[in-house]
């Protein structure tokens, strides 16, 4: 977690996009920041969030408020090792 001082990372597109015409709201957000906070204001939409590769979706659920979006993307893939 970052400084408190400093506050929550949100990319301005956001609050634009969730202001913005209800026929929009329907639809997937795509975003690249994978630094931004989850805020309560972001609950019930869905969001495509870039790990480098594709895109994942991320539900916001009061659960996961607080979190960055790049916690639900992973970037890495876990190779087992075959015995």
């Not at 991320?58 to 408020?65: F, H, L, P, R």
Request: aromatic content about 16%; glycine content about 6%.
């Amino acid at each position: 977690m970052g400084s408190k001082w400093k506050g929550s990372y949100i990319p301005n597109s956001l609050f634009r996009w969730i202001k913005s015409d209800k026929k929009l709201l329907s639809k997937s957000k795509k975003i690249w920041s994978r630094r931004a906070t989850i805020l309560p204001c972001f609950i019930g939409f869905e969001f495509l969030v870039y790990n480098g590769h594709q895109f994942k979706k991320v539900k916001v659920k009061s659960e996961i408020v607080n979190f960055k979006f790049g916690e639900f993307a992973p970037t890495r893939r876990i190779k087992r090792r075959k015995h």
